[in-house]
């Protein structure tokens, strides 16, 4: 099907620091949770809040920038692309899944002194090039490093 599009846009804030990782070759690989909070009424007239996390990966030079700048708590914008992986677990067999956002933008958007928001002021990064980077070839047996 032509014409179909993957895009994902979030702004939340970090539940954890960032896991900073390199491949075999050498690439960056930062991978951290973000949490985005919905607040809605419930049919019964309840104020309702919702938080979602989700699971981000920056890859090479904007993983590097992740890394270095984003701490747990900081508020951040990230827009990507949305990956589902699925693999069979070796104890139990059960098929698995892990759905994740791969990062093509981050900008921070916490201004400087602000709780949770460290020492930088707000800034905007998006990796170069037009493809997103892959990771290594990891075989079916080995261990991803996260």
Same mark, same amino acid.
């Given at each position: ?5 993957? /895009?994902?846009?979030?702004? =939340? ?8 990782? !390199? *491949?075999?070759? =050498?690439? *960056?690989?930062? /991978?951290? *949770?973000?949490? %985005?909070?919905?607040?809605? %009424?419930? $049919? ?5 809040? $919702? %938080? ?7 890859? =090479? ?22 990956? *589902? ?10 098929? /698995? ?15 400087? =002194?602000?709780?949770?928001? +460290? !020492?930088?002021?707000? +800034? ?8 997103? #980077? ?10 991803? #490093?996260?």
């Amino acid at each position: 099907m032509s014409g179909t599009v993957n /895009k994902v846009i979030l702004i =939340g804030r970090l539940g954890k620091d960032p896991e900073i990782r !390199s *491949t075999p070759s =050498g690439t *960056t690989v930062t /991978k951290f *949770t973000m949490a %985005t909070d919905e607040k809605f %009424t419930d $049919r019964a007239g309840e104020k309702q809040e $919702r %938080t979602e996390w989700h699971n981000i990966v920056a890859w =090479g030079k904007l993983g590097e920038i992740c890394g270095q700048y984003l701490k747990k708590g900081k508020l951040v914008y990230i827009d990507g692309s949305i990956r *589902t992986d699925s693999w069979d677990d070796k104890e139990t067999g059960q098929k /698995k899944y892990r759905t994740e956002i791969i990062a093509n933008n981050m900008q921070m958007l916490d201004r400087r =002194g602000d709780e949770g928001g +460290g !020492s930088s002021s707000g +800034g905007s990064y998006a990796k170069k090039g037009g493809t997103t #980077p892959q990771p290594d070839v990891v075989q079916d047996d080995e261990e991803v #490093p996260f």
